[in-house]
């Protein structure tokens, strides 16, 4: 009989320690995504207004990433990435505190201020560690393991919450968090083979600018307000939270390698075209569906299909100068989070004036317009691994 070959028998030293941090960071997402929404209703009895306030402020960072990364241009990605992750971590373990509004924006600015510079590290550490050819494959591997974490934390939630609270949940997550980047101290370093440049801004990379922007807006009114509808308006308590992530998870970590491997199979502006299409069609049905076993679905399926992001990762690696792949990956966090800052701030007035559907059906023409957009993806330059990919530089340590 055949053997059957181990997963794992292709990782080496370098993408197994990046796998335990995006496990930590899949810890922290697990508590925070899980429980926010019951912690600031329960304990805040927090407005649409109010959570707009916290979730715009808090994306702030995002805006100022591309400076960031520009400032630290000559540290080792893997120490940027290690700092990054145990500030995030200190700022979650500081939600233990939060008895206030005031309160909830400052420490969630802090975490904020780590994930924002993880952001560009984690896709740039993960085209550098991968080998060459197939890098969907890979990148859908670490969604993977990030889900893994995730799942494994939502279901320590369920077990542990009535035992610690919510107080203790977030000192367990931010520690874990603070661990899951210290490992990366022992990753590889090396110098740059090319002259890196701190800041990017190329009309050649325009259509990932626009891509990246639109998608910051779908994605911040999903993430700022989806649960929050459900717990606010539809009345969903805690323990069902808890059980819709968990399946989620589920969902997410048994699909996620096999959406990379579509992303090379059938190329970036297929994958994308699809995506966004049938995103459009999740958000009219989340803005007009009352019946909340019907949510729960859209929820669920919403975030299967934002894992066609996916795909701008490996478009951007094929069209990008070596030496500008880093500072665009970069730009392009700067680009999504110009829509992340404000939109939080516009739809939670806009819900106070107008109530929760017209948000959600924004997002469904947002949708439609990254459908268009993304029929200017290059077939040629983009239709799988036949078409060059290559190992990201090493920056400068």
Known sequence: MPRLRSPFADWTRDWTLLAAAVAGVGVFFGVQLTLFNNFIVERLDIEARELGWVESLREIPGFLNAFFVALMIRMAPSLVAAAALAIMGLGLMAYADVGSVPALILYSLVWSVGFHCWLPMEATLALRFSPAGGKGRWLGQLRAIGSIAMLVTIGACMLLLDLVNYEGMYLLAGGATVLGGAVLIFASRGHAEVEEKGFVLKRRYGLYYLLQFLEGCRRQIFTTFAVFALVKVHGMPVKTTITL???NQVLV????????????????????TIGYALLSLVFVGYGLIDHRPTLYVLYCLDN???????????????????????????????MNHFAAVAVPLLFGTAWHFFGHRVIFLTAAVLALLSTVASQWVDPVKSAGPASGDREIPDSGG
């Open 245 to 247: 992530l968990l399946i």
């Open 253 to 272: 970590t048994l699909t996620a390698p096999a959406v990379g491997r579509l992303v090379d199979l059938l190329g970036e502006r297929r994958m994308l």
């Open 304 to 334: 299967l299909l934002f894992m066609s992001g996916i795909a701008l990762t490996t478009y951007i690696n094929k069209i990008a100068l070596a030496e500008d792949l880093k500072p665009t990956l970069s730009m392009g966090v700067t």
